[in-house]
């Protein structure tokens, strides 16, 4: 209310002014109405207590015109017991000869001294400051006398005060390349306000000039709505039109066409310059954190920042695109179960206060989504591995895969909930009660909260043979992450899964009982479980030009050879290549050999292109070339291992990925 009551002062005074001038020329008052805008600025803004003030006590100087005569200047900041920055500029004019740099600094030193030791007896306001800083001036400036404190001796006579300006708050100009603590504590107000992202480094480059910029179009947007706000208008006025030429008055000598009176003008410049005003403005009580209540469609800057500001406490990974929508409403509103505010997804005044302020709390648990990567990444891969919701790699990536194993995980926990909200009984008549979890594959912090609680099931109740639902996906799932289960993910508990269940039960010296029991479940539910072995290893023999199929003994080592192949593996210039081999895979039913115009059965990859498969034919479906039958048991191939149709088949059938195939 002062602050338009301000506004609607300094209009009145204009119109009391015109009308009292109105006596002396009507056709003079015209004019000088036309061209005198209304104008508001950060003052305006702004409690008189808050604005920075200057007080300059100047001294007349008078050097003689044929002495050499130089400048000097002292500034001291201080902060006062309020915590404002104070300060201090001492302007000297040096007499005769130039002063040196070692005799300045002891000059400095005193100056300083001088301040702190004058400060303390003073009210923290310009201008009991400057009285009482130039009150200890005159009290020192005197020769120095052993044992006494006061300006040097030697400078007494030339040393010649010009001006002190005293300055309370004072905030140092900043811009591009000013750098240090004054620049750090700005980039933090401006990542606080959601106009800056990244860190304060300190580092006044042009992101910074860029986020300043941003900043003083919201104080140009502040001042225009007191204006509008003091003149009862909602539109902004158009601009003023431009004044026909002199010239085209008639012949007579009438005046132009009156121009039209300029509207209402905000009056900080937006050039990326965080002035003392500026910085005072920004610092204070007074700052308007925002200028209305945000929802669901409200467009432009404002909603921006309101997004920027989410983003970088981690309420949402969305770019800021302006645009208040379901995302930024849902961001919202767990930013308010965060701030202990009502979940209301509104950005009202409320929720704005807490948002652009230093006390923002973050969740606990960073929202993650499609191109999310790091640590946090990794702990989730690592647990939605583990508690059987997606048979995935630990890669701090969160791609396709990562992305499916969230949505196996939000359909989990809707399934809970809706059996939840069943068990509970509703009031008659009441509305059915929505599930507040979405299947979107994002992992948001309120669903990480609860996946990462103690009171998650991470290890599901017991089951057996005709066990069906949810938690037997999750135990199928697990197995087959495992290499134990190999059928689909049906959540019947049958012959399959029960054989599954076994395997692991003798491969982690647990009772082969095929029930998925209470010791059972935490050992397969645990980062720790052992894997199951591979159903084969392949040994490449390239001297006796056979593959060795071995199968694990009771004690897990491969001893037991199950199969014997004859084989061609590659001639002199173009060899097998020798060593152990894990990253294998199964590859097409046929292969075709572009270079060689040929076709193969049964590939199955060792490394590169490297690969078993069957003996080679002309054309696909046709009959086999009777020379690479011929050919088995000799070098023969261009670096694969060329294998008979069955063979080749029976490694295709029957080794998983990851099969260890060693050529020696």
Same mark, same amino acid.
């Given at each position: 209310?002062?602050?338009?009551?301000?506004?609607?002062?300094?209009?009145?005074?204009?119109?009391?002014?015109?009308?009292?001038?109105?006596?002396?020329?009507?056709?003079?008052?015209?004019?000088?109405?036309?061209?005198?805008?209304?104008?508001?600025?950060?003052?305006s803004?702004?409690?008189?207590?808050?604005?920075?003030?200057?007080?300059?006590?100047?001294?007349?100087?008078?050097?003689?015109g044929?002495?050499?005569?130089?400048?000097?200047?002292?500034?001291?900041?201080?902060?006062?017991?309020?915590?404002?920055?104070?300060?201090?500029?001492?302007?000297?004019?040096?007499?005769?000869?130039?002063?040196?740099e070692?005799?300045?600094?002891?000059?400095?030193?005193?100056?300083?001294?001088?301040?702190?030791?004058?400060?303390?007896?003073?009210?923290?306001?310009?201008?009991?400051?400057?009285?009482?800083?130039?009150?200890?001036?005159?009290?020192?400036?005197?020769?120095?006398v052993?044992?006494?404190?006061?300006?040097?001796?030697?400078?007494?006579?030339?040393?010649?005060l010009?001006?002190?300006?005293?300055?309370?708050?004072?905030?140092?100009?900043?811009?591009?390349?000013?750098?240090?603590?004054?620049?750090?504590?700005?980039?933090?107000?401006?990542?606080?306000?959601?106009?800056?992202?990244?860190?304060?480094?300190?580092?006044?480059?042009?992101?910074?000039?860029?986020?300043?910029m941003?900043?003083?179009?919201?104080?140009?947007?502040?001042?225009?709505?007191?204006?509008?706000?003091?003149?009862?208008?909602?539109?902004?006025?158009?601009?003023?039109?431009?004044?026909?030429?002199?010239?085209?008055?008639?012949e007579?000598?009438?005046?132009?066409?009156?121009?039209?009176?300029?509207?209402?003008?905000?009056?900080?410049?937006?050039?990326?310059?965080a002035?003392?005003?500026?910085?005072?403005?920004?610092?204070?009580?007074?700052?308007?954190?925002?200028?209305?209540?945000?929802?669901?469609?409200?467009?432009?800057? =404002? $909603? &921006?920042? @309101? /997004?920027?500001?989410?983003?970088? #406490?981690g309420?949402?990974?969305? !770019?800021? +695109? *302006?645009i208040? %929508?379901?995302?930024?409403?849902?961001?919202?509103?767990?930013?308010?179960?965060?701030?202990?505010?009502?979940?209301?997804?509104?950005?009202d005044?409320?929720?704005?206060?807490?948002?652009?302020?230093?006390?923002?709390?973050?969740?606990?648990?960073?929202?993650?989504?499609?191109?999310?990567?790091?640590? =946090? $990444? &990794?702990? @989730? /891969?690592?647990r939605?591995?583990? #508690?059987?919701?997606?048979?995935? !790699?630990v +890669? *701090?990536?969160? %791609?396709?895969s990562?992305?499916?194993?969230?949505?196996n995980?939000?359909?989990?926990?809707?399934?809970?909930?809706?059996?939840?909200?069943?068990?509970?009984?509703?009031?008659?008549?009441?509305?059915?009660?929505?599930?507040?979890?979405?299947?979107n594959g994002?992992?948001?912090?309120?669903?990480?909260? =609860?996946?990462?609680?103690?009171?998650?099931?991470?290890?599901?109740?017991?089951?057996?043979?005709?066990?069906?639902?949810?938690?037997?996906?999750?135990?199928?799932r697990?197995?087959?992450?495992?290499?134990?289960?190999?059928?689909?993910?049906?959540?019947?508990?049958?012959?399959?899964?029960?054989?599954?269940?076994?395997?692991?039960?003798?491969?982690?010296?647990?009772?082969?009982?095929?029930?998925?029991?209470?010791s059972?479940?935490?050992?397969?539910?645990?980062?720790?479980?052992?894997?199951?072995?591979?159903?084969?290893v392949?040994k490449?023999?390239?001297?006796?030009?056979?593959?060795?199929?071995?199968?694990?003994?009771?004690?897990?080592?491969?001893?037991?050879?199950?199969?014997?192949?004859?084989?061609?593996?590659?001639?002199?210039?173009?060899?097998?290549?020798?060593?152990?081999?894990?990253?294998?895979?199964?590859?097409?039913?046929?292969?075709?050999?572009?270079k060689?115009?040929?076709?193969?059965?049964?590939?199955?990859?060792?490394?590169?292109?490297?690969?078993?498969?069957?003996v080679?034919?002309s054309?696909?479906?046709?009959?086999?070339?009777?020379?690479?039958?011929?050919?088995?048991?000799?070098?023969?191939?261009?670096?694969?291992?060329?294998?008979?149709?069955?063979?080749?088949?029976?490694?295709?059938?029957?080794?998983?990925?990851?099969?260890?195939?060693?050529?020696?």
């Amino acid at each position: 209310m002062k602050r338009l009551q301000k506004i609607l002062s300094m209009l009145l005074a204009t119109a009391l002014v015109a009308s009292l001038v109105g006596f002396a020329g009507a056709e003079n008052i015209d004019q000088a109405e036309q061209k005198q805008p209304i104008q508001a600025d950060i003052l305006s803004l702004m409690r008189p207590e808050s604005a920075p003030k200057s007080t300059t006590i100047h001294l007349d100087v008078d050097v003689p015109g044929d002495q050499a005569a130089q400048q000097r200047a002292f500034n001291q900041e201080l902060i006062s017991s309020r915590g404002d920055v104070l300060n201090v500029e001492f302007r000297f004019t040096v007499r005769g000869a130039a002063m040196g740099e070692g005799q300045w600094a002891t000059v400095e030193q005193w100056l300083k001294q001088l301040v702190l030791g004058s400060v303390q007896y003073v009210q923290a306001d310009s201008e009991s400051l400057a009285h009482v800083i130039y009150d200890g001036y005159r009290a020192q400036r005197v020769a120095a006398v052993p044992g006494e404190t006061g300006m040097p001796a030697w400078a007494s006579e030339d040393l010649l005060l010009n001006d002190i300006v005293c300055t309370v708050p004072f905030y140092p100009e900043l811009t591009v390349d000013v750098n240090g603590d004054a620049t750090r504590r700005l980039q933090q107000k401006l990542i606080d306000l959601g106009y800056l992202t990244g860190s304060a480094d300190g580092y006044y480059g042009e992101n910074t000039k860029a986020a300043v910029m941003r900043l003083e179009e919201y104080v140009r947007r502040l001042e225009q709505d007191e204006i509008d706000a003091a003149l009862g208008i909602t539109p902004t006025p158009a601009p003023a039109a431009t004044p026909a030429p002199e010239d085209d008055a008639d012949e007579a000598g009438a005046s132009a066409e009156p121009t039209v009176n300029p509207g209402p003008t905000p009056m900080t410049v937006v050039d990326g310059v965080a002035d003392g005003l500026l910085q005072a403005y920004l610092y204070s009580d007074d700052f308007k954190l925002a200028r209305k209540d945000l929802g669901m469609g409200d467009e432009g800057d =404002d $909603v &921006s920042r @309101l /997004q920027i500001r989410l983003n970088a #406490l981690g309420y949402t990974t969305d !770019a800021a +695109d *302006g645009i208040y %929508g379901g995302g930024t409403a849902r961001a919202l509103r767990i930013f308010q179960h965060y701030n202990g505010l009502d979940q209301t997804g509104i950005a009202d005044g409320a929720t704005q206060a807490a948002l652009f302020s230093g006390a923002a709390k973050a969740p606990d648990n960073a929202m993650l989504t499609m191109g999310s990567s790091g640590e =946090d $990444v &990794s702990r @989730l /891969q690592k647990r939605l591995r583990v #508690l059987g919701f997606a048979s995935i !790699a630990v +890669d *701090g990536g969160y %791609g396709a895969s990562t992305k499916a194993g969230v949505e196996n995980l939000q359909q989990y926990m809707r399934q809970m909930e809706a059996e939840t909200l069943a068990a509970t009984a509703a009031p008659e008549g009441a509305e059915e009660r929505p599930l507040s979890v979405e299947v979107n594959g994002v992992a948001d912090p309120l669903l990480l909260d =609860d996946f990462y609680a103690d009171s998650f099931p991470a290890v599901p109740a017991e089951m057996a043979t005709g066990s069906e639902g949810r938690d037997v996906v999750r135990l199928q799932r697990r197995l087959s992450c495992l290499d134990y289960y190999y059928d689909g993910l049906d959540g019947q508990y049958g012959s399959g899964t029960v054989k599954a269940v076994s395997d692991f039960q003798r491969r982690n010296d647990l009772p082969e009982t095929g029930v998925a029991d209470r010791s059972t479940m935490a050992a397969l539910f645990n980062e720790n479980a052992k894997k199951a072995l591979k159903p084969y290893v392949l040994k490449v023999s390239v001297a006796d030009q056979r593959v060795y199929a071995y199968a694990p003994d009771r004690n897990g080592e491969y001893t037991d050879l199950v199969r014997t192949m004859k084989c061609s593996t590659g001639r002199k210039g173009t060899p097998t290549p020798t060593g152990t081999f894990t990253d294998t895979a199964p590859g097409a039913r046929w292969h075709f050999f572009k270079k060689f115009n040929c076709w193969a059965q049964y590939a199955f990859y060792i490394q590169g292109d490297i690969m078993f498969h069957s003996v080679l034919y002309s054309q696909k479906g046709g009959k086999v070339t009777q020379s690479s039958v011929n050919h088995l048991g000799s070098r023969a191939s261009h670096g694969c291992v060329r294998l008979s149709v069955d063979d080749a088949k029976w490694i295709w059938n029957n080794c998983p990925s990851n099969t260890r195939v060693e050529v020696y």
